[in-house]
Every structure is written in C-alpha cells, then in structure tokens.
C-alpha cells in the first residue's frame, strides 16, 4: 500500500518534474523510507465536483500500487481541465507515468 501521510510536498515539488503530459505533471525524488510515498494535487479550480476529485485520487491510488516498494516520495499535479472523466485516457497516462517512474528510479538512483 502507497503511504499518502506526512509526504512533504514542498521538497518533492522542488524537484524537476520527471514527466509531463496533458493531464498531469508528475514529480519524484528518492527516500530514505522502504516504501513509497504518494501525494496527489488536483485543484477545485480544476475539477469542480468533489465526488469526481475522489474518484480520480482512487483511480491514481490504484494504478500505482505496483510502486509500493520502491524507496520514493512521488507528487501528482493535475494541470488538466474539468473535462468530463474518461477512464481510459486516464489509465494510459498513469501507467505511461508509472513507466517513467520505474525508469527514473533505475537510472538514476540505482535501485
């Protein structure tokens, strides 16, 4: 299970994102801890109706379970519109997402 408290968002958010699309930006750095730490950021000015804020943080929740064990604190902003929800967009960019995570995590910090 991915952690989502005390993630310090400030630190994670300096780093450069390591990647980007229409939907979200997504930032990474590694951690001390054993497990991986999510936050997710999606804006009221962005996605107005909460029930489809929660359905959106359930649906990123789940598609990167895989990454629990991966030692590192990851930020998902989304810079997307209040477009209606399309389950299939949003599944092919998180797991283009969670690629380059896994990617970023073997390259450079040797995992």
């Known amino acids: 299970m991915l952690l989502s408290a005390k993630i310090d968002f400030g630190r994670v958010l300096k780093s ?3 990647n980007k699309d229409h939907l979200f930006k997504v930032y ?3 951690s001390s801890l ?3 730490r999510l936050g997710i950021s999606l804006p009221k000015d962005k996605i107005k109706k909460a029930t ?3 359905k959106l943080k359930r649906t990123i929740r789940n598609s990167l379970e895989d990454l629990s064990t991966l030692s590192a604190d990851i930020v998902f902003v989304y810079i997307g519109n209040d477009e209606p929800y399309d389950a ?3 599944k092919e960019s ?5 690629n380059k995570i896994l990617e970023t995590a073997e390259i450079n910090w040797k995992t």
Do not use: D, G
Not at 94 to 98: F, M
């Open 94 to 98: 998180l797991e283009h997402h969670k």
């Open 88 to 90: 299939k967009i949003v």
């Open 16 to 18: 450069k994102p390591i």
């Open 28 to 30: 990474a750095i590694q």
């Open 34 to 36: 054993k497990k991986a």
């Open 52 to 54: 489809n804020r929660n």
